[in-house]
């Protein structure tokens, strides 16, 4: 079975430019998740999607960040315009998410590691 | 509110030697689910455990032992004979068992395993 997908793998930037990342999830999984994970720290959960709905966007900045998730299936995540503190690796993980409640495991891609200038 | 303690920011040892990570977590909710994950150079976070908060049994799988004691909210995970491949920071998570709850992870500590 295919694992969770990500692209680009790095990404260099300047600060005030804009930069997507694009996630792909393991087939039949109904939740995805977006994690920013800065240097010497866990993954921080920026947003959350229940098939093509969002569950959880608390943490999001949402002056700069948006993410979208079409279809159900892959998910964009955008930063418009970058600051330096926004290097960090994002991961994108997905899980079965078919009962509410119900703990089902997450399984992460490779994450993209993103270098703000 | 929820937290996880990861209070060993950084374990060296040399192979063959066993190693325990410790993670201490804090909720109010009675049920919950304890993960442990593990991260190596490659980036990705690879699942390795997952345990409810009724089942306070030990688990062992190959190498890797879990031990789980809600008396002490501590949820310890043991390599034994370590080996290089081991290398790698490891995270504790915690999700309470109420609606869409996400993950709240440990600060993670690194293992280092030298030949």
């Known amino acids: 079975e295919a694992g969770v997908a990500q692209s680009p793998r790095y990404k260099i930037i300047e600060k005030r430019q804009s930069v997507a990342f694009w996630c792909n999830p393991i087939?039949?999984?109904?939740?995805l998740y977006w994690y920013q994970q800065i240097l010497g720290q866990g993954p921080k959960l920026l947003i959350q999607?229940?098939?093509?709905?969002?569950?959880?966007d608390s943490q999001l900045p949402k002056d700069r960040f948006s993410a979208e998730r079409l279809k159900g299936v892959d998910s964009t995540l955008k930063i418009q315009p970058a600051k330096l503190e926004d290097s960090a690796v994002y991961l994108c993980?997905?899980?079965?998410?078919?009962?509410?409640?119900?703990?089902?495991?997450?399984?992460f891609g490779p994450g993209t590691r993103l270098t703000v200038l | 509110a929820q937290k996880v303690t990861q209070a060993q920011t950084e374990i060296s040892v040399v192979e063959k030697e066993d190693v325990t990570l410790d993670c201490v977590y804090e909720?109010?909710?009675?049920?919950?689910?304890l993960f442990w994950y593990k991260q190596p150079p490659s980036g990705e976070l690879v699942f390795l455990i997952r345990?409810?908060?009724?089942?306070?049994q030990n688990e062992i799988s190959g190498r890797y032992s879990w031990n789980f004691q809600k008396s002490t909210s501590s949820f310890n995970f043991t390599i034994t004979a370590s080996q290089v491949v081991d290398s790698a920071v490891y995270f504790c998570?915690?999700?309470?068992?109420?609606?869409?709850?996400?993950?709240?992870f440990g600060k993670g500590t690194m293992l280092l395993v030298s030949p």
């Open positions: 993980a997905s899980s079965l998410g078919t009962r509410q409640g119900i703990a089902d495991t997450q399984y």
């Open positions: 087939s039949g999984h109904a939740t």
């Open positions: 999607f229940q098939n093509n709905g969002v569950v959880d």
């Open positions: 909720t109010r909710d009675t049920t919950y689910y």
């Open positions: 345990r409810n908060s009724f089942d306070e």
């Open positions: 998570a915690l999700r309470y068992n109420s609606g869409y709850s996400t993950l709240t």
